[in-house]
């Protein structure tokens, strides 16, 4: 598979350090360690932390060859558990990720790789300039397939941008109180909100082929135009859900974009989510022996 990603890079400031992190970076980080290829179109600061996130995207075997350097600060995401121990996130902007610009012989190059998939999330889009660039990025490489991996993080986001971005979308991935969130946006009924009720709303309006809930520890539930599917979490010890997400949503477009079954599917990448959610930090060290191993766990919620 080849992977183009518009996405933020930025350091996760833990109480107890620093660790590289940004939706984009770690989903390209664990699609290419299952044997894909896949680059990072982004931007960082000139400065120390930009540095040394380059540095670490190529100990995790990315290309920076697609990061652009600029003056503004390296970007960063302060978290905090809240009460019941979810990451909230505050992410200072502008920062440098909201400056990435291409031109046309920028453009050309892309066009020469012949992607296949474009992946994009919601906060890097709230910069109008980049949301018009992924429009054209759209347009511009044939036949590509997009993604969209929702993380509405509070602040960063508002409706008329996420129903912009969904009418581009092939596949969508968003987390079961996202998808909450909007089916009562769109006058769902009080009460009546189920994974299944909302992707037939959604389905319904933006007519995107295959939308996956994720429902944590419960596993997650899939829609496609030929049917829905379920799928039981893992049991696993979490020291860190920051990244399993991500984790979850490489896996599963891995799965989908080489036609496998469903369920295959949906227990690779329910796995990989909580592998990584055992481990501290968005993109911790893990093998596919590891992965296939928790795959086969019968340990399941």
Not at 87 to 114: E, G, H, W
Not at 245 to 257: C, S, T
């Amino acid at each position: 598979m080849r992977l183009l990603s518009i996405g933020e890079i930025l350091w996760d400031i833990f109480p107890d350090g620093e660790r590289l992190g940004g939706a984009a970076l770690n989903f390209c980080a664990h699609l290419q360690r299952m044997g894909n290829a896949a680059w990072l179109l982004t931007s960082v600061g000139n400065d120390e932390r930009g540095t040394l996130a380059c540095q670490e995207m190529m100990r995790l075997g990315l290309s920076t060859e697609m990061v652009q350097v600029t003056e503004m600060p390296t970007g960063v995401a302060e978290i905090t558990p809240d009460t019941l121990g979810n990451p909230q996130f505050v992410i200072p902007r502008p920062a440098a990720f909201d400056q990435v610009r291409i031109n046309p012989t920028q453009l050309d190059q892309l066009r020469s790789i012949k992607f296949e998939w474009l992946y994009f999330g919601t906060l890097m889009q709230r910069e109008p300039k980049i949301e018009w660039l992924t429009r054209e990025l759209i347009d511009a490489l044939p036949g590509v397939r997009c993604f969209y991996d929702m993380n509405l993080r509070t602040g960063h986001w508002n409706l008329p941008l996420v129903e912009r971005l969904c009418r581009r979308a092939n596949i969508l991935k968003l987390e079961e109180n996202e998808a909450k969130t909007l089916y009562y946006a769109y006058g769902g009924t009080k009460g009546g909100f189920t994974p299944a009720n909302f992707c037939r709303l959604w389905s319904s309006i933006f007519e995107v082929e295959i939308i996956c809930v994720t429902l944590g520890e419960n596993g997650c539930y899939v829609f496609t135009r030929d049917g829905c599917y379920e799928a039981p979490g893992y049991k696993v010890d979490v020291v860190d859900t920051v990244g399993a997400g991500d984790a979850f949503a490489a896996a599963f477009l891995h799965g989908i974009h080489n036609l496998w079954p469903m369920d295959k599917t949906l227990s690779l990448a329910n796995a990989l989510g909580a592998l990584v959610a055992t481990r501290p930090g968005a993109v911790p060290d893990w093998t596919m022996h590891e992965l296939h191993t928790m795959a086969m766990s019968p340990l399941r919620k």
